[in-house]
């Protein structure tokens, strides 16, 4: 069971910018692809952002997102990034770590985190 704690979220103006971390409990951390996905109020969950397990490092982002959004992995800390700059008020969403299988430009989730809160005023 891989338990997966985020944090950094926050209240930031348009044009700002935030770091949102995951943390993970599980040691084979390395093993996994990790990702980033976000919901909006009466919005589905969609993707934002993954990883492809260590040493591969592959990377993929929603159309939405690339070119302001950075996912990165510090195997050595159990840690996902999520860089987040040039923040828009459509970013406003729970924003939620998972683990789990890379398939070729996602991850399919095994676990999730409790997610984190991110709200861009305009």
């Known amino acids: 069971q891989v338990q997966l704690v985020e944090s950094g979220g926050g209240l930031v103006q348009t044009g700002g910018s935030l770091t949102l971390s995951c943390a993970a409990s599980?040691?084979?951390?390395?093993?996994?692809?990790m990702g980033w996905f976000r919901q909006a109020p009466g919005k589905e969950r969609e993707f934002v952002a993954a990883v492809s397990w260590s040493g591969s490092d592959r990377t993929y982002y929603a159309e939405s997102v690339k070119g302001r959004f950075t996912i990165s992995r510090d195997n050595a800390k159990n840690t996902v990034y999520l860089q987040m700059n040039s923040l828009k008020p459509d970013d406003t969403a729970v924003y939620y770590c998972?683990?789990?299988?890379?398939?070729?430009?996602?991850?399919?989730?095994?676990?999730w985190g409790q997610g984190t809160q991110v709200t861009v005023s305009s």
């Open positions: 998972a683990a789990g299988v890379w398939v070729k430009i996602t991850i399919i989730p095994s676990y």
């Open positions: 599980e040691r084979t951390f390395g093993s996994y692809g």
